[in-house]
Every structure is written in structure tokens, then in C-alpha cells.
């Protein structure tokens, strides 16, 4: 799938999305910095505002694309500051 590529999860489809952050070979090997505004996502994956956060998740899986994924999350960090651009 595409970078920005929507996902509804097979087993509980309205209530959890999966975004396309990166896809391809392009950057394997490296670390990657990914910056995103969780508010406009959730607008964009579920049409609406979110409610109050009770969790974050962040995950690397192809239960989706059935292809091979390996991910490492370091130096994660979540602020109020308002961010627009993705990278």
C-alpha cells in the first residue's frame, strides 16, 4: 500500500486504522523520523473528532499487505504542540 494509505483492522474495523507511514524498500536499513498529527489522522481514518486518549499504539505488521516487516520504535514523544506537516 501507498504512504497514507488507510486500513481498517479485519477484526475490529471501526474502531481501529492502520495509516501507511512508509512503503518500500527505499529506506530499509535506516532510521527513520516520523512526525504526525494524531488529531488529523484520527479526522481523516474515522471522519469526526477523537474522544479523550486512553492509549496510543504503534505497531509494525503486514496482517494487511501479507509481506515481511521488521520495525524498531525508539525516542517516542507525544506533545500538545500543534504540527501540520507529516515529515
Do not use: M
Amino acid at each position: 500500500y501507498p504512504a497514507g494509505t488507510i486500513i481498517a483492522s479485519p477484526y475490529f474495523p471501526s474502531t481501529e486504522k492502520a495509516i501507511v507511514l512508509e512503503s518500500g524498500p527505499a529506506r530499509v536499513g535506516h532510521w527513520v523520523a516520523e512526525r504526525v498529527n494524531l488529531v488529523a489522522d484520527y479526522r481523516r481514518a474515522f471522519g469526526g473528532n477523537p474522544p479523550e486518549v486512553e492509549r496510543i499504539a504503534c505497531a509494525s505488521d503486514s496482517d494487511q499487505t501479507h509481506s515481511p516487516t521488521t520495525a524498531d520504535f525508539d525516542d517516542l514523544q507525544v506533545s500538545a504542540q500543534a504540527e501540520t506537516n507529516r515529515r
